[in-house]
């Protein structure tokens, strides 16, 4: 017999309380953004030199090829003359169909995104609804899960981690579409049509984000586990659990350890994993939390990767507080505790969970003390490409106001209106402003160097920025800036290097032998080095300009005069090459193009 029933027909937000819930989640949007909503098809929300670059050239390379006819998961336009494929890549293809209907870059961006916080807020708050009966908590959850501290520290940078507006709406058509029993591992099908409808979010989060996927099947494993295993019937008033606990946690370190001395590989992901600190310090982006002290914790070496968004797990202190609260008095007064819905009794195991998944090193400000038990997930083939576990806290971040939400509405309804409208307002408006974020900066299509718009007007089919390199998410050749794949949008010309997610071995190794190649990185990142190496035979270099004809070259200011420009300009200019000097707000850049 299944042990929870279906789902309430009655939810505490239908269609005016969730067009409401849209409405300032839309309004919130663009009180973070501002002054975004006055640039909407110019500018993105973006730290210069970061990450964010990438997302607008996302949109603009699948909308490219979709509508040329081609593969919309390859580009020529990177790693030129071979392309390559984009299936490895951070590609937020969900971005990119939507950029097949508008045809403009910056609005598919920006409006997908928009999409994303609102249907994430209106999503979480619908599944709070199910069991939440005061409106305020309700919208609660939906803001704390849409504009988590996690979530607005990345919009900056990582635009794919935001697009989560899948995950609610999964955990319904999961509880909807399955029924669990304890002690069995297999649920039944209640509803087929949820079932289906599960899967297809499944595979739009594929298409979004891995890590919001992985956190999903997470979720969903943690969930039938503590059906399985029973756990909700485990009394923690006697010492037997508690002694099996540490005996878990103590093996899990001995293995997790064992594992790494016989040389198996984790691919950082355990050195990339969370830190205490970064759940009790707010981010640098808090408006009204952050103080000197904390910005200069964030820039010190007492973090593996100081200054890094990685580092971000904060979840406010209001809502750990209130669930703290709340275990306090279930433990005082069990009898008078109120019973949580049977189908949310995993929910604080869940939560637990992915603490434990954000930190597979048990770590205070840069020390480790403790390997978690699931650091040895970092162990296992394929899983372990999860390097950036700090990011599962997004699915923490919906469980916590979630869990803590229906257990205070438990106790709330025993209050009159008046009092459980004033509570859940006051904590609403107190998360309201722990999570408020600074001013964000934005990247501008005026930012582009007026060189590019030169190099846009030349026939050249290949251009190559100096600096030059090739990075993906695990090595370096030279320096690639991720601005380079905006400037792409606007220029059009193909790049010899790229930055894309995962780039093979024998692609760097290829890249950084090729003799001119090879010789103008060492141009730039070790000049006193040039005398210890050969240079390319005039023969090497006749050959370059045949495997790249008619490239043409763009100094940037750093560069100008300095050694790369000296080899390029013995080298081009008596092949009949020209040199235009650019003005720029930076400074002069120097375009070398095929002479008429």
């Excluded at 081609?70 to 071979?82: D, I, K, S």
């Amino acid at each position: 017999m299944p042990n929870f029933p279906s789902a309430s027909p009655t939810n505490t937000l239908r269609g005016r309380g969730l067009l409401l819930a849209g409405l300032a989640y839309a309004a919130l949007y663009g009180w973070f953004s501002w002054p975004l909503g006055r640039e909407w098809s110019t500018a993105f929300v973006g730290n210069p030199h970061s990450d964010a670059n990438q997302y607008i050239w996302n949109v603009w390379n699948f909308q490219r090829q979709a509508a040329a006819g081609h593969n919309p998961f390859y580009t020529p336009l990177l790693l030129y003359p071979q392309g390559t494929s984009l299936w490895l890549h951070t590609y937020t293809p969900v971005l990119g169909v939507l950029n097949l209907a508008l045809h403009q870059e910056f609005w598919a961006v920006n409006l997908g995104l928009l999409l994303s916080f609102v249907l994430s807020g209106v999503g979480a708050a619908r599944l709070a609804g199910r069991w939440v009966r005061q409106p305020l908590l309700c919208g609660l959850v939906g803001f704390a899960f849409a504009f988590s501290p996690f979530k607005l520290a990345h919009w900056p940078e990582h635009y794919h981690v935001l697009l989560t507006a899948t995950v609610p709406f999964y955990i319904m058509a999961f509880l909807d579409g399955l029924t669990f029993e304890p002690g069995r591992w297999v649920p039944r099908v209640r509803s087929r049509q949820q079932v289906a409808w599960a899967i297809f979010l499944l595979l739009i989060t594929l298409l979004s984000d891995y890590y919001t996927l992985a956190g999903l099947l997470w979720f969903s494993a943690g969930y039938a586990a503590w059906w399985a295993w029973r756990l909700g019937a485990i009394s923690w008033r006697r010492w037997q659990p508690w002694a099996a606990l540490v005996a878990i946690f103590v093996l899990g370190h001995f293995i997790s350890r064992g594992l790494a001395l016989v040389g198996l590989d984790d691919k950082a992901g355990v050195w990339w994993g969370g830190d205490l600190a970064g759940y009790v310090v707010p981010p640098n982006g808090s408006r009204w939390l952050a103080t000197p002290a904390t910005r200069a914790l964030w820039q010190s070496p007492r973090f593996h990767n100081p200054a890094s968004t990685e580092n971000v797990s904060f979840l406010g202190y209001l809502l750990p507080l209130l669930a703290l609260g709340l275990a306090v008095a279930a433990w005082r007064r069990p009898a008078a505790a109120p019973r949580p819905p049977a189908e949310t009794r995993p929910f604080w195991f869940l939560l637990a969970l992915f603490v434990l998944l954000t930190m597979p090193e048990l770590r205070w400000q840069g020390k480790d003390l403790l390997r978690m038990p699931t650091s040895i997930v970092h162990f296992v083939p394929f899983i372990n490409n999860i390097r950036c576990p700090v990011r599962y806290v997004m699915l923490a971040s919906l469980l916590l106001p979630l869990a803590a939400s229906i257990g205070l509405d438990g106790w709330l309804r025993r209050w009159p209106a008046a009092g459980r409208w004033v509570v859940a307002g006051a904590l609403l408006l107190g998360v309201l402003v722990e999570f408020q974020p600074t001013a964000y900066p934005l990247i501008r299509a005026a930012d582009v160097p007026t060189a590019y718009r030169v190099v846009a007007a030349s026939a050249s089919p290949v251009v190559f920025p100096i600096p030059l390199g090739l990075l993906d998410g695990y090595r370096q050749v030279g320096h690639m800036d991720a601005q380079e794949l905006f400037y792409q949008t606007v220029h059009g010309k193909a790049l010899r290097g790229g930055y894309l997610s995962r780039v093979p071995a024998a692609t760097f190794a290829a890249f950084a032998h090729e003799p001119v190649l090879r010789t103008l990185l060492l141009a730039q990142e070790h000049p006193d080095s040039l005398a210890l190496r050969p240079a390319p035979t005039p023969a090497e270099v006749r050959a370059f300009r045949q495997r790249y004809p008619a490239a043409i070259f763009v100094v940037y200011p750093a560069q100008k005069g300095q050694p790369a420009h000296q080899l390029l300009q013995r080298w081009l200019l008596p092949a009949g090459y020209v040199e235009q000097v650019v003005p720029d707000y930076v400074g002069d850049y120097v375009v070398l193009k095929p002479g008429k």
